[in-house]
């Protein structure tokens, strides 16, 4: 099985439970979710036209549509070819579960890799048994694609964006059928505005919910 890979880069996971665990990013390429706020639009569309090989999708640059179809032995050995230190691998996108990653995330694992999934939870969700599973909700987005039941079921960690208080309220009838009890719900403000974070931040306390604050974008890194 091939996936289209963007780009694969070493960096710190910047956001959620695994926040400042070295991590390996393997961004896939295509999402037609349409969220306005998108940091990574260039991953959208899987044009034909932007085709590469390989080598060129393990360069970090995450500034444009270029893909390469790797399968996952091809990903592990240009992983050890970089000499990458992490051993863990953050599958992202782009929206990473257009694809079955079973094969992916159960080749990685027997490599010796810890697996992460984030996902907007509007696909299926196709994985190893051991991989953390992140969903990041995206409700009212313009592509108006529900977020499937089976996501919600799947995650290990409920990752939402807020703003305003109706990004809580669409988060409490998502979750109102959902098990939450082995589930960590982090609230995530967006755009690291100061009254997303104070609203956040508020509820988390009510909660007992965890802040992800998005601290890459503090810091300036990937
Ligand atoms: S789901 Fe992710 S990649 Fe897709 S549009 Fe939304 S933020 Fe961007």
Redesign the pocket.
């Known amino acids: 099985m091939k996936y289209p890979v963007n780009e694969v880069f070493e960096t710190i996971q910047g956001e959620g439970v695994y926040t400042g665990v070295p991590a390996i990013f393997v961004r896939l390429q295509g999402?037609p979710?349409?969220?306005s706020w998108?940091d990574?639009k260039h991953?959208?569309d899987l044009l034909e036209t932007n085709r590469v090989e390989p080598e060129l999708v393990i360069q970090v640059d995450g500034t444009i549509g270029r893909w390469s179809h790797l399968t996952s032995d091809q990903l592990i050995h240009r992983l050890k070819q970089k000499a990458f230190t992490a051993s863990h691998i953050v599958i992202t996108?782009?929206?990473p579960c257009m694809h079955d990653l079973t094969v992916i995330t159960e080749t990685l694992n027997k490599a010796g890799y810890s697996t992460q999934i984030e996902t907007?939870g509007t696909f299926t969700v196709l994985c190893s048994d051991e991989t953390w599973v992140t969903v990041s909700p995206?409700l009212k987005?313009k592509a108006g694609m529900a977020v499937l039941p089976q996501a919600l079921y799947r995650a290990n960690e409920i990752k939402h964006p807020v703003a305003t208080q109706t990004h809580i309220e669409d988060l409490d009838a998502l979750l109102t059928n959902i098990d939450v009890a082995n589930k960590t719900i982090c609230l995530q403000p967006i755009s690291q505005k100061k009254r997303a974070t104070e609203l956040a931040m508020r509820v988390c306390i009510e909660r007992n919910w965890r802040l992800s604050i998005q601290t890459h974008k503090y810091l300036e890194i990937d």
Request: charged share 15%; net charge neutral.
């Open positions: 999402c979710v349409g969220c998108c990574t991953t959208w996108g782009g929206e907007s995206k987005m």
